[in-house]
């Protein structure tokens, strides 16, 4: 079984500004995924950015980045130069790899806001 | 372009009624699932489905069940809505460990 807790129910960034969002996770699994997700108010599920555990290195996708503590269990988001545009809920999720691929256990959401 | 597509978007339903969503994808992916997202919940799995004719329950089946005939398409029912499952439901659809999809949701008010 999994579970991804967001302890962060709400989080506001001035614009231009980096912000973190926090997440832990469990699982059993070896062989895992985790992914951010960003659903903004169109309610459309966006990947943000996903990580392989086996992978050390840290993914990026652009103004994103994680850091990921797989002995703490630990994946947080990191989003630098704020723009409105990233104003949305965000899901941090975990998937198990091999045949069960895409059943995703989700946190609770993150709603980010941010201010001009 | 790739897509998910949930053909109801909005739908109003009187308790004891039989409901039905449907969720196409035209990737030809293998899996696909049912979510339901409730605030200060998240989402949550309903059902899974990893080829035509095979289903596994998810974290929260009760009440509901699904149906996979064709590839491409993936039914959720709803026997005798309730109250209670008044919810946006999420279509999603993968193949191995590529890029997992959504639908836009469907939003399903049972009064």
């Known amino acids: 079984a999994q579970t991804v807790t967001q302890s962060q129910p709400e989080m506001s960034v001035q614009e231009a500004e980096t912000v973190t969002l926090s997440c832990t996770y469990d699982?059993?699994?070896?062989?895992?995924?985790l992914f951010w997700y960003k659903q903004p108010p169109s309610r459309q599920m966006i990947l943000v950015i996903r990580?392989?555990?086996?992978?050390?290195q840290n993914a990026t996708e652009n103004r994103f980045s994680v850091n990921f503590q797989k002995a703490a269990k630990s994946f947080s988001l990191k989003i630098s130069d704020s723009q409105l545009g990233d104003t949305a809920m965000y899901f941090c999720?975990?998937?198990?790899?091999?045949?069960?691929?895409?059943?995703?256990?989700f946190g609770q959401g993150t709603i980010l806001t941010v201010h001009p | 372009d790739v897509k998910v597509t949930q053909s109801s978007r909005y739908l109003v339903k009187r308790t004891g009624e039989k409901v039905f969503l449907e969720c196409v994808q035209d990737?030809?992916?293998?899996?696909m699932f049912w979510y339901r997202q409730d605030p200060g919940l998240g989402l949550r799995l309903i059902y899974f489905?990893?080829?035509?004719?095979?289903?596994e329950k998810g974290d929260i089946p009760e009440g509901y069940s699904v149906s996979r005939e064709k590839k491409e398409r993936f039914s959720l029912i709803l026997e005798s809505a309730s109250t209670n499952q008044t919810s946006m439901y999420l279509c999603?659809?993968?193949?191995?460990?590529?890029?997992?999809?959504f639908g836009e949701g469907s939003w399903l008010t049972v009064v």
């Open positions: 999720a975990s998937s198990a790899g091999g045949t069960s691929y895409g059943k995703l256990t």
């Open positions: 699982t059993s699994e070896s062989n895992y995924y």
């Open positions: 990580q392989e555990a086996y992978k050390q």
């Open positions: 990737m030809d992916h293998e899996n």
């Open positions: 489905s990893y080829d035509v004719k095979m289903k």
């Open positions: 999603a659809s993968s193949y191995r460990g590529n890029t997992i999809y």
